[in-house]
């Protein structure tokens, strides 16, 4: 069985703070096949130069610096890296991959985290989307636990109603087959960005998948 391979986007701006505790987390990960693109958007702090030493710390990181221009731009320059529509030249550790994630560079993942995911992947490759369980507000007053139910969805109308969707249509607790992106942008300047590309993602699906892990 092939081992999918995983890109993930870690937008970046004023996170000096935070973005070491992301990005480690992601690199003590047991699962290996994975590649991870920082965008410093245009970060004023020191956040430029933590993402460039935790990339020379790690080949399966790279840092891309540009102007800042929000999170959705962020995300959509990353998105282009990856689908090969950037003008400047930038080497890929694993090239184009099967799939896509994204962190908040607030966040971060806790150790043995993609595993599963991947594996559950591997093992259901008709999957377009794997969506996961979270804390939210982890750490604060406002901390809950998001548990999903093992479950999956060849309607998307019925993902987005029974499945609720519409709760937790986050980027960042969700492992998407790269395809889907194609030809799709995060709307820049908008808020709520996340929900207003979700719906356009799911109209590409054949079946979503939920995981309580």
């Known amino acids: 069985m092939a081992k999918p391979t995983l890109t993930i986007i870690i937008p970046a701006y004023q996170v000096g703070d935070t973005l070491a505790k992301c990005v480690n987390s992601v690199a003590s990960q047991d699962f290996q096949s994975w590649q991870a693109i920082i965008v410093d958007d245009g970060s004023t702090d020191y956040t430029p130069q933590i993402a460039d030493y935790l990339a020379s710390q790690d080949s399966r990181i790279i840092t891309v610096h540009k102007a800042n221009g929000g999170l959705s731009d962020a995300r959509n320059y990353a998105l282009d890296i990856l689908f090969g529509k950037t003008t400047i030249d930038i080497s890929l550790p694993l090239g184009i991959t099967d799939y896509v994630t994204f962190i908040d560079s607030d966040d971060y993942i806790l150790p043995g985290a993609l595993s599963?995911?991947?594996?559950?992947l591997a093992n259901h490759p008709e999957y377009d989307i794997?969506?996961?369980?979270?804390?939210?507000?982890?750490?604060?007053?406002r901390e809950t636990i998001m548990t999903l139910s093992d479950d999956f969805f060849t309607d998307p109308r019925e993902y987005w109603l029974r499945g609720e969707a519409y709760r937790h249509a986050y980027a960042w607790?969700?492992?998407?087959?790269?395809?889907?992106?194609?030809?799709?942008t995060y709307p820049v300047g908008k808020k709520f960005e996340d929900v207003y590309i979700l719906p356009q993602l799911l109209s590409r699906c054949k079946l979503v998948a939920t995981t309580s892990v």
């Open 116 to 120: 599963p995911l991947m594996e559950d």
């Open 173 to 184: 607790n969700k492992v998407y087959r790269r395809e889907l992106f194609r030809g799709l």
């Open 130 to 141: 794997l969506e996961y369980s979270a804390t939210l507000h982890a750490g604060s007053e």
